[in-house]
């Protein structure tokens, strides 16, 4: 059924050829229509080839478009048809040939259907992807400049898309072009590093590696250049045990951005979920990307780093209604789009403009596959899926019992790997914080926001402090799950950096071209007396001294630490709280800051913090604190102490006031090695003081402790100073404003050396 604005449409070509005639086309043979995708292999009779498999259910006819190197189209017309699968072999189809479909379809947005062969689309399972989006008028579906705009999206376009859009590549089904021979991932040659055990890097592969000064100029910004022992060995000093790395599926860029000469920086705006964004590639786009990327993450996981995959199955890069057809949008709009009550517009659970309907079998396995591929032939170790509350929605709510949670749950390869939740979407009932099913590990906001307030002292009382220095026990200790099932972080990607976090109150997004309009004003940020930069040397003291409390309370708190690239050496993006679209010096890794004294001291107490975590099981316990007395001394497994060094009683978590004490027994953990011994550790006591004025504290007495040795003061920049100090139970120390105090607890008071006699002879 034809659209009156369509019959109006302005005319084109959709031959996509070079010539008159139009393109050529080649014999296909039937082929198979599994696995979905371009897979190379021997076909019948010996003949190599290429078998390409498509599902689109309402499609009236699939054709599989070749590509030479000058851009001369053959058209494959994929006759066979078998459930929903369009399929063909074209022999003589090698690895690193480009290629796309054109789908011919009605069009009838009224109804939902938006087929148009004169747009070429990208192989939902492209394994590699040549070339950018760069969005002229011609990639859309739809005349963008009907003179009635707000029918636009209603009046097909009949330009070919072709010249203007990204090919895929058909990849070796074994290797990968352009892999090692020998690349097979066997299970035993990953970390398999333990949740309790993790502490997260979030980074992404090309605002980490471009500045890097220790990086050959040709691998900045690349998977190969995150691969450079440079890179890694800043990795394994810090300590951190996986990089979580933002978006590194095939994404394109928004076409607001680039109309005011920006780029999507961050990468959540994907359209290849099979493909390694090819921009990252310094080995090049025919494939080679596959092989560069699987060798990234062997020399992560040869330095004990596992790799974790920042993923983007809510939505796609193709947006609204009014958006570029780029893929799933003229293949099946009605099979892979959640469309609203009006089959025209978009459901739109993510902000983006569209959502992916997860509950269609089709889009469930699209995913799902796309994930077993990244585990099984490219060796990562787990996946945080973005706004995965919109993955969870059946049919409009959150779900926990949905089909995409039900599969993972299931699914013999998927449930063994890493699996972590934004558990929020932008839809009613999108906050999901604490209901996501054993398995998963959550991103825990409440976590942020509560350590945030109570070092700018805006916490009233300490009561929320005290559930997420301990794990979160009120969000997570249902179902079996854990305290690692709470990834704690004070910042992360989306926001401001931590030493921003501390340098700025309001955010500063004029760079990005919106009018200072895009990015949350709910900081909970403050600069210390001075908006950015400044002279002032108490000013700059203090604010290094709150990185260093927010860094102590992040990487000693129970569950799984998150750091962000930079933040452990003061990077700052200016006060860009938002930086998506800045693929430049604010948004990368500046690594110069490592040779200025106080940041590189900054950095030096992370990796001495991460240290003391891996060496102490109390500091990353596998089960929550219980608080009930243990053994004939009545040593309880986590003990609350007041400012005045008393135990806490239930008046005192109501009561105002910007300190806590925190005592961690190692006596009893209730967890076994592998040998079925019980695990004993030391015991430590940490104090948080948040209040602007110096305070005092009384060490406690037994059954606490005899004696305890200082081993943090984020009151010093250096802290080899501080270790070694010894303090008898019951003494009162001094509280500086503003600081932590850790302390490890011995068991007696360590003997008082003699002092040397002058006249001795």
């Not at 796309?100 to 070429?120: E, F, I, M, Q, S």
């Not at 739809?142 to 707000?150: A, F, K, L």
């Not at 309009?517 to 908006?531: F, H, K, L, Y």
């Amino acid at each position: 059924m034809s659209s009156a604005p369509e019959q109006q449409a302005r005319a084109g070509t959709a031959t996509g050829g070079r010539t008159s005639a139009g393109p050529a086309t080649a014999t296909v043979w039937p082929g198979r229509p599994q696995p979905l995708g371009a897979r190379h292999h021997i076909g019948p009779g010996g003949v190599e080839g290429t078998n390409f498999a498509l599902w689109s259910a309402g499609a009236e006819a699939v054709e599989v478009c070749l590509f030479d190197d000058d851009g001369n189209e053959t058209r494959c017309p994929l006759t066979e048809h078998t459930h929903e699968i369009w399929h063909g072999f074209v022999p003589g189809v090698r690895p690193g040939q480009r290629y796309g479909y054109r789908v011919h379809g009605r069009w009838d947005p009224w109804t939902g259907a938006r087929w148009n062969p004169a747009k070429l689309l990208l192989d939902p399972y492209a394994r590699a992807v040549d070339g950018e989006y760069s969005l002229p008028p011609e990639v859309y579906g739809h005349v963008r400049d009907w003179p009635q705009p707000h029918l636009a999206d209603t009046v097909r376009d009949e330009h070919d898309s072709a010249p203007y859009v990204p090919k895929g590549v058909v990849v070796d089904s074994a290797l990968g072009a352009g892999a090692d021979a020998g690349d097979e991932w066997i299970d035993d040659r990953r970390p398999k590093v333990p949740w309790a055990d993790s502490v997260i890097y979030e980074l992404h592969v090309r605002g980490f590696t471009m500045r890097h000064p220790d990086i050959p100029p040709e691998l900045r910004g690349t998977y190969a250049g995150l691969a450079h022992p440079a890179a890694i060995e800043h990795l394994t000093k810090l300590g951190v045990t996986a990089v979580e790395l933002l978006p590194v599926h095939q994404f394109a860029h928004e076409d607001h951005l680039l109309r005011r000469g920006l780029r999507n920086h961050w990468g959540y705006n994907s359209i290849g979920y099979f493909a390694p964004h090819a921009a990252y590639a310094a080995s090049g786009t025919r494939g080679q990307q596959v092989g560069e990327f699987r060798r990234m993450v062997r020399a992560l996981h040869a330095a004990g780093i596992e790799v974790i995959l920042d993923v983007v199955y809510n939505h796609t890069a193709e947006g609204s209604e009014f958006g570029p057809t780029l893929s799933l949008r003229g293949i099946d709009n009605r099979g892979y789009y959640r469309l609203a009550d009006d089959p025209r517009r978009y459901a739109d659970y993510t902000g983006c403009g569209n959502t992916l309907h997860v509950v269609q079998p089709q889009v469930l396995r699209l995913i799902t596959d796309s994930l077993r591929y990244w585990v099984q032939e490219m060796g990562v170790d787990g996946f945080r899926f973005d706004l995965a509350a919109a993955l969870a929605r059946s049919m409009h709510d959150v779900d926990m019992l949905s089909p995409f949670l039900a599969v993972i749950a299931q699914d013999p390869v998927l449930r063994r790997v890493k699996l972590i939740a934004e558990p929020w979407d932008v839809g009613a009932g999108g906050y999901q914080v604490g209901a996501f099913p054993p398995l998963w590990t959550e991103w825990n906001d409440r976590y942020r926001d509560t350590v945030r307030d109570f070092w700018r002292g805006a916490l009233p009382d300490v009561r929320d402090l005290g559930y997420r220095l301990s794990g979160s026990s009120d969000l997570y200790a249902w179902g079996g799950r854990r305290p690692y099932a709470s990834v704690n972080f004070v910042t992360a990607h989306d926001g401001f950096t931590l030493r921003d976090l501390v340098s700025y109150e309001h955010k500063h997004n004029e760079a990005n071209g919106e009018d200072n309009r895009d990015g949350t004003n709910d900081n909970r940020s403050w600069n210390c007396g001075a908006e950015g930069e400044t002279g002032d040397e108490g000013i700059l003291a203090l604010r290094r001294r709150q990185l260093r409390n927010l860094l102590t309370t992040l990487l000693l708190s129970t569950g799984v630490p998150m750091l962000v690239a930079g933040d452990e050496m003061g990077r700052t993006q200016g006060g860009n709280n938002n930086a998506y679209c800045q693929d430049n010096e604010t948004g990368w890794v500046d690594w110069s800051l490592l040779e200025e004294p106080g940041w590189r001291a900054l950095f030096d107490l992370a990796s001495r913090l991460i240290a003391l975590r891996r060496a102490h099981p109390v500091l990353r316990r596998r089960a929550f604190f219980s608080g009930r007395a243990y053994g004939p001394e009545g040593l309880r497994d986590l003990a609350w102490f007041t400012g005045g060094g008393k135990e806490m009683t239930e008046p005192d978590w109501y009561a105002p006031g910007a300190t806590l004490g925190m005592y961690l027994s190692g006596r009893d953990i209730p967890q076994r090695d592998a040998k079925g011994d019980p695990v004993v550790d030391d015991s430590f006591l940490v104090l948080l003081h948040a209040d602007h004025r110096d305070g005092e504290f009384r060490l406690p007495g037994p059954p606490w402790g005899r004696a305890y040795e200082l081993l943090v003061d984020t009151t010093r920049e250096e802290q080899d100073a501080a270790p070694g100090t010894v303090h008898p139970a019951g003494e009162t120390v001094g509280v500086p404003a503003r600081s932590v105090l850790v302390w490890r607890v011995l068991p007696r008071v360590a003997p008082v050396p003699p002092v040397a006699d002058d006249a001795a002879g």
